[in-house]
């Protein structure tokens, strides 16, 4: 199981964006689906996805969060063909907001959002080789510019196998950023690849719910551990979701998590959701009494 995986936030769209991103990319498939009764939201829809073999998650559960490019999404590609292929479909009924042109950092890019919001960075890496198609890239704005690398070194200090990859700074009058703030940054946490910039433009977007990011645990400790390291704002602590202190929502969840939410049973799936709807941290041993009846 992928102990990192991003998770997208719909009105209604999970599953029709989820077909359209599984027919672009080899090794795509959707998993499974799932309704959840009697939420705030009503009846909400899970999708379990992968894309390039990396497991994503997305849920319809109404119009409360909107995508923005503070966590955008980067596909690496080794041949402009695949670069033309792919801004062709996701930038049709979006909003381009780097155009498809050669950079100093690559010979094809564009940045753009597709028809659901959804921000994607499409890369020309020439014979580079490709460890990891897609990769998660945080963009620091407003108060938090020029906190990349602070960040960097705190998730390295939560997460037990972490790494930084590489990181390039910003030199003297260069953009409107300071000299020595991160213009890209990778770094790789529990075996995935994350990238992160700084940008002091004046955005009018930063992080929130729309992407966030589910830790799957294994036990209780595992659980009290993240959710002690991470969580920085009491108010957003809700059904296991909790924010960090740059604002990056992230989902601490047990690994029977999955199963329960998959029974057939729908006294054991009521009883369940109706348990982990109170909580703010999950409670392992609450969720499997609540199974049990």
């Not at 992968?50 to 319809?60: E, T, V």
């Not at 906190?147 to 990181?167: L, P, T, W």
């Amino acid at each position: 199981m992928q102990k990192i995986v991003p998770h997208l936030w719909y009105d209604k769209e999970a599953v029709e964006a989820a077909t359209f991103y599984t027919s672009l990319f080899p090794e795509s498939e959707i998993v499974k689906t799932t309704k959840i009764y009697d939420t705030p939201s009503g009846t909400a829809e899970t999708v379990t996805m992968k894309l390039a073999g990396q497991d994503f998650m997305a849920i319809s559960a109404g119009p409360f969060f909107t995508f923005t490019p503070a966590i955008s999404l980067r596909v690496d590609c080794n041949s402009e063909e695949e670069v033309s292929f792919l801004w062709g479909k996701l930038s049709e009924g979006g909003s381009v907001l780097m155009p498809l042109d050669a950079y100093p950092f690559s010979a094809k890019y564009g940045w753009t959002t597709d028809k659901y919001g959804l921000s994607w960075q499409i890369m020309y890496v020439a014979d580079r080789e490709i460890t990891q198609k897609i990769t998660p890239t945080l963009m620091f704005t407003g108060k938090n510019a020029g906190k990349a690398e602070e960040a960097i070194y705190f998730y390295i200090s939560v997460f037990n196998d972490a790494e930084v990859e590489g990181m390039d700074y910003y030199g003297v009058k260069e953009e409107l950023d300071a000299p020595g703030t991160v213009r890209h940054a990778a770094f790789q946490l529990e075996g995935q690849t994350f990238a992160a910039m700084d940008s002091a433009y004046k955005h009018e977007f930063t992080f929130n719910e729309a992407i966030s990011f589910i830790v799957n645990c294994e036990t209780q400790d595992e659980i009290d551990y993240f959710w002690e390291n991470l969580s920085f704002v009491p108010e957003a602590e809700q059904c296991g979701w909790l924010k960090d202190k740059y604002g990056v929502s992230w989902q601490i969840v047990p690994d029977i998590m999955a199963d329960m939410l998959q029974t057939e049973d729908a006294g054991k799936l009521k009883r369940v959701t109706e348990t982990f709807l109170k909580m703010k941290k999950f409670d392992i041993a609450a969720l499997k009494k609540a199974y049990a009846g």
